[in-house]
Nanobody, 121 residues
Framework: VQLQASGGGLVQPGGSLRLSCAAS????????MGWFRQAPGSEREAVAA????????RYPDSVKGRFTISRDNTKNTVYPQMNSLKPEDTAVYYC???????????????WGQGTQVTVSS
């Protein structure tokens, strides 16, 4: 399975971005999908996860209420909607796919290449 993240860019504080993660080479319909970010000099941080059916999601406190993850299994794609963006959200964002245990462990089998999100005025 190959994952392609896209949708990053420059946005002003308070703005919104919708990222996408498209899978190819296999279906991710039965995979947990996650999003992570890593800022320069910082550790990688999980920012969202969604169960294979889309019925369960989880977020860390740092993005809860601002980020929403959804998926369209017919398109093999996952979408994190990011609202009320802050400068501290600036990072490279990565998508990942893994088995059901990934939802709780944060350990995924497949990773995309990342897309840069910059929040600045």
């Amino acid at each position: 399975v190959q994952l392609q993240a896209s949708g990053g860019g420059l946005v002003q504080p308070g703005g919104s971005l919708r990222l996408s993660c498209a899978a190819s080479g296999g279906t991710v319909s039965y995979y947990v999908m996650g999003w992570f970010r890593q800022a320069p000099g910082s550790e990688r941080e999980a920012v969202a996860a969604i169960s294979w059916g889309g019925g369960s999601t989880r977020y860390p406190d740092s993005v809860k209420g601002r980020f929403t993850i959804s998926r369209d299994n017919t398109k093999n794609t996952v979408y994190p909607q990011m609202n009320s963006l802050k400068p501290e959200d600036t990072a490279v964002y990565y998508c990942a796919a893994g088995p059901s245990s990934s939802y709780y462990t944060g350990r995924y089998d497949y990773w995309g290449q990342g897309t840069q999100v910059t929040v600045s005025s």
